[in-house]
């Protein structure tokens, strides 16, 4: 600016000389007509010198504005960044905390400084809503505290500050002065701490309020900034996510406390060990009490076999190999020198980690009743009467000679109804295709080995109930032996143990569809009903009041079109079924497989066309009525009860969800109409505005009732009390629990379906801006870091804030980073490692998130990027996912002007590659520090 200033004085020095001597030449050199033209030219140089002079003045003007406008706009730049940085650092405070009352109290400093509050604190609801306290506070330097004096204050002294947040969402008091009337009580205790203003904004758990935290001064009034405002709302949502973490942490701890307790509880030695160390990590008292010492941190094979190296018999390495399966085996242990079935699984421990879980059921008694009876043939009978399991003997020919007492007491039948063995295959194995398998294995064990382990099978008692068994047998000289032990209750607690997480998770993912349409809702039962089942094809019916089928669909949707058929045919051999009223009456699900001559005789002809070969159908059961059915068709494999089961569930909660939603509807219309009516009769007669008051009440009522939260209840509520699942455990009431720990995954799932959808609609527009992937990266990477904390992944993210801008829209490029690093997180199993890196190419800015995961086939990967593909069905039960997140990525960035691809190797791991244009204009290192 001096030298633009000193170049001006030259030039009007220049100028004035220049003038003063064309006057001089003018006056005593000039004459006549020459002196007047000089005249005119003098005249129009003062004219040009004087535009000059103004034209320099106006480029000063915009030039001195110019540079003031970059200077507001880098100091806008300058706090935007601040915040995003503190934030970040919170975020990862919050993430990883140990100690959660600490580091909240070290993020209210942080956040009060960047804000330049004299206070920042929080406050909790408690006693359901009765009570607030502060909890947490943060003084500036010289400023009193007032936590010890806020505690246990009551709502109901307060109403005009609690409606206001959760009215508005906010409190923002610029001048405590300035409070309305209503708000006495507010004012005076506000006043009492000397408080000038301050600003306050609530944090929810669950959808409902569970606090708020804010700022306030002391010294002088103010009015806090938009910056302020949204650092403070993004730490009430970083703080809510926290406190919820810390809670379900609380609760799983809870969780495995108990499952500890039922292990404490059992007869039979139990015991935990890392597969890895050999280190004992928990014995329930039945093997402490036997061990006479505390085991924990030592070697299992030094406390249980009094080796000083691992047994050779370790089966370690086979239940690493097959971790979601349970290895049985039968071991002597020389110390106790009892006989044990053993049983050992790769479960999930405390920590997150992969230990080993052994059960041992005392087989001892039976190992001794083999060895007495091929030993002593005299007291044989004896043995037998005397032995608590049940025993039979067969002669040579296939007759029983003997069975004892507790064999007729647990199958209910007597050697009088059972006296050869193929009446016993006859009996207890009613099913003919079972009972071949059954015999088949016989044949093979018997002939092989004189003694041993004749297989695990299930047997029809006479009472018609099942039972689990294991039959043991041994030869004589002209009979064999078997010894059966009833396995049904130790599997009724491994069941309840490991509740079907497909089915689950299916329930779950139904529960939260009620805010859709009940087209979506018919649509993924189906779809999910085909999935669990492992069916080719499914049909959804609904049927009307006369009991006739009213509509269908179908899956896949054109498999109708294919065969040159349409619904009605569909409909009308579907009502020309032979079991169709077996369906409607018994109410229970039908099964066919591999149906005779006769069944496919009287099959409908459109079942022979489209080669349905096998089905399954659940009816869809509302107060006690069937309205319609769920069947799936062809599965590879028969059709259990299993399957019968997982369908009847989602039958039942998807027909639940679908007629409330009528009823919804239904009552929406009547509203509209009832509204309508009473409008009419307002204008008519004033003197019905009683029986309006009526109305609207009643409507008040109803719509209160309709928002209470029914389908989860009834969905859950039907898992616990099917008779298939047997009477109510404590194990069933963790099962409930286990299905609410999977909620912020399963939001994930849903809000991306929703995504999808607004995108195929193009019902969006993004909004360009300035942004740095490297912070992007880091809130993406703390969002997901919190919702996987239980497991042990390595994480190196060398993301450089030196890198460029890119011109994008913030949240759409949140969520394609959210989605690769939670599928980075998801596939790559604890003790893999993760990495993310970036650097500026000549095509933009290049990003490489890598995984040691499961990685892709090759021949799968670009169909990976297909809206809802997953590479197997079994991914998504393990894994989770809908299976369109690479779609959306893919189609975000190249809307981006980038390039989105996948690296990949089955088994080694995935890179996931993207790249967006850099902006021309580069942060210097003084901003971007």
């Known amino acids: 600016m001096k030298n633009i200033a000193r170049n001006k004085l030259l030039l009007m020095i220049l100028s004035f ?52 406008k970059n200077r507001d706009a880098h100091d806008r730049l300058m706090i935007k960044y601040q915040i995003e940085s503190t934030l970040s650092k919170i975020s990862s405070k919050l993430s990883f905390a140990d100690n959660l009352d600490e580091k909240i109290e070290e993020s209210l400093g942080m956040l009060g400084e960047l804000c330049n509050a004299d ?67 507010e004012k005076d205790l506000l006043t009492s701490q000397d408080i000038k203003s301050l600003i306050a904004l609530p944090f929810f758990i669950e959808n409902d309020i569970a606090g708020f935290i804010g700022f306030d001064n002391i010294r002088e009034t103010n009015e806090w900034t938009k910056q302020d ?19 379900i942490s609380e609760e799983l701890n809870l969780e495995r406390r108990q499952l500890l307790s039922i292990f404490d509880s059992m007869e ?20 402490k009490q036997i061990i006479e010492e505390n085991p924990i941190g030592k070697k299992c094979y030094h406390v249980l076999q009094g080796l000083n190296e691992p047994c050779d018999f370790c089966t370690n390495p086979i239940i690493l190999k097959n971790k979601n399966q349970t290895y049985k085996w039968e071991y002597h242990n020389p110390l106790t020198e009892r006989d044990y079935l053993v049983m050992d699984r790769i479960i999930k421990w405390i920590d997150g980690n992969d230990v080993r879980l052994e059960m041992a059921h005392d087989i001892t008694e039976i190992k001794q009743a083999e060895k007495a009876i091929k030993q002593n043939e005299e007291n044989f009978i004896k043995i037998i009467d005397n032995s608590p399991l049940p025993i039979a003997i067969m002669n040579s020919l296939g007759e ?35 009972r071949r398998k059954v015999q088949q294995n016989w044949n093979e064990v018997s002939k092989e080995k004189e003694s041993g382990f004749s297989g695990e099978w299930i047997i029809r008692c006479l009472d018609g109930t099942e039972r689990q068994v294991v039959v043991y047998f041994a030869k004589t000289n002209d009979n064999t032996v078997f010894i059966i032990n009833d396995l049904t209750e130790l599997k009724n607690t491994q069941s309840a143990l490991m509740v079907d997480e497909s089915c689950l998770e299916t329930l779950h993912e139904l529960s939260y569809m009620n805010g859709l349409s009940i087209d979506n809702i018919r649509n993924f039962a ?69 149906p005779n001559e006769i069944e496919l005789a009287r099959c409908p002809d459109i079942f022979k066309r489209m080669n349905i070969l096998s089905y399954l159908a659940a009816p869809i059961i509302y107060e006690n009525d ?103 455990n404590k194990e069933q009431k963790r099962a409930m629990k286990v299905v609410n720990s999977n909620s912020g995954q399963l939001k994930r799932l849903i809000e991306s379906l929703l995504f999808m959808s607004s995108l195929q609609a193009k019902n969006y527009q993004y909004e360009y801006s300035e942004l740095r992937l490297s912070q992007i990266i880091d809130k993406a990477l703390s969002i997901i870091s919190m919702e996987n904390t239980d497991k042990q992944l390595t994480v190196e993210n060398t993301i450089s804030d030196s890198l460029p801008f890119v011109s994008g829209d913030s949240n759409y490029l949140s969520e394609v980073f959210i989605h690769l690093i939670d599928n980075a997180f998801k596939f790559t199993p604890s003790g893999g490692s993760i990495s993310i890196s970036g650097k500026h190419e000549e095509t933009g800015i290049h990003i490489v998130i890598e995984d040691t995961g499961i990685g892709i086939p090759d021949t799968k990967i670009m169909k990976t990027f297909d809206s809802f593909y997953q590479l197997d069905g079994s991914l998504t039960r393990r894994y989770g996912g809908a299976g369109i997140g690479l779609n959306i990525c893919k189609r975000i960035t190249e809307d981006h002007g980038g390039k989105l691809w996948l690296e990949s190797v089955e088994g080694m791991g995935t890179k996931v590659h993207v790249i967006l244009p850099a902006m021309n204009t580069v942060l210097s290192p003084s901003i971007s520090s």
């Open 17 to 68: 000389l220049v003038l003063l001597a064309t006057a001089l030449f003018h006056v005593y050199i000039l004459e006549g007509e020459q002196k007047l033209i000089w005249m005119i030219f003098l005249a129009i140089l003062i004219c040009f010198v004087i535009a000059h002079n103004l034209k320099v003045a106006t480029l000063k003007k915009d030039l001195e504005a110019e540079v003031q």
């Open 119 to 185: 206070r920042a604190y929080v406050f909790r609801v408690t006693d359901g809503e009765d009570t607030v306290s502060n909890t947490h506070e943060w003084c500036a330097k010289d400023v009193e505290p007032q936590k010890d004096m806020l505690q246990n204050l009551s709502a109901s002294d307060y109403h005009w500050w609690l409606e206001k947040l959760t009215s508005e969402g906010a409190v923002h008091i610029k001048d405590i002065e300035e409070l309305p009337p209503e708000a006495k009580a």
């Open 229 to 247: 405002i949204e650092a403070l709302n993004t730490y009430s949502n970083l703080l809510a996510m926290a406190f919820r973490k810390n809670s």
């Open 268 to 287: 039979e030695p139990v015991y935990v060990s890392d597969p890895s160390t050999h280190e004992i990590l928990y014995v329930n008292k039945f093997l």
């Open 400 to 434: 029983f000679k003997y069975t004892n007492h507790k064999l007729s007491e647990m199958i209910g039948y007597t050697i009088e109804d059972i006296p050869t063995i193929s009446k016993w295959w006859n009996t207890v194995y009613p099913d003919p295709e079972y």
């Open 526 to 594: 189906l779809t999910e009903g085909i999935k669990l089942t492992g069916s080719e094809a499914g049909v959804l019916g609904f049927f009307d009041e006369n009991k006739y089928l009213s509509s269908v669909i179908t899956q896949p949707e054109n498999i109708l079109k294919i065969y040159g058929f349409t619904d009605n045919d569909l409909i009308s051999g579907l009502q020309s079924c032979y079991r169709w009223t077996e369906l409607l009456e018994n109410k229970k699900p039908l099964i066919m497989n591999e």
């Open 626 to 728: 069937v309205v319609g059915f769920l069947a799936v068709a062809n599965k590879k494999d028969d059709y259990t009860k299993n399957d019968a089961r997982q369908l009847s569930l989602i039958t039942q909660m998807m027909g639940d969800m679908i007629l409330l939603k009528r009823s919804e509807d239904e009552l929406k219309d009547y509203n509209s109409k009832l509204e309508e009516i009473n409008n009419e009769l307002r204008k008519v007669n004033d003197e019905l505005h009683s029986l309006d008051e009526m109305k609207s009440n009643f409507l008040a009522t109803m719509s209160h009732e309709l928002k209470t939260p029914l389908i989860s209840i009834m969905g859950f509520g039907e898992l616990v009390g099917d008779e298939t699942l047997g009477p109510l």
